[in-house]
């Protein structure tokens, strides 16, 4: 459905997802969030059928060096701002250290 509105105002040209995400961003102070490998499959089948390209964020994880990692707003306004860790590791396929997810991906 969503395709099909962007083929509405781009008929032409390649269909592309530049950022599906094979996990969530974590946030110092809470659980590591761990995402499943089906619904990501899933869409990515459902992309690739379609012919259309695919960027993952993140594929490989990393660090972000020194003290230059961000913040945000707490869903709940009163919990003020919640800071992200050093790590983008994002429950990527490879992560930061270069290994791979097996029981996940492959």
């Not at 707490?74 to 029981?103: C, K, L, M, W």
């Amino acid at each position: 459905q969503i395709l099909g509105r962007l083929r509405k105002y781009q008929p032409k040209g390649p269909m592309v997802n530049s950022e599906l995400y094979a996990g969530k961003s974590d946030w110092m102070g809470q659980s590591y969030i761990v995402t499943e490998a089906g619904p990501l499959g899933v869409m990515l089948d459902a992309l690739l059928s379609r012919n259309m390209s695919v960027n993952f964020y993140m594929w490989h994880g990393g660090s972000t060096p020194g003290l230059n990692t961000g913040a945000s707003l707490a869903d709940n306004p009163a919990d003020g701002i919640v800071f992200s860790p050093q790590s983008y590791d994002f429950n990527a396929p490879v992560t930061e250290h270069g290994d791979i997810r097996p029981d996940k991906y492959w």
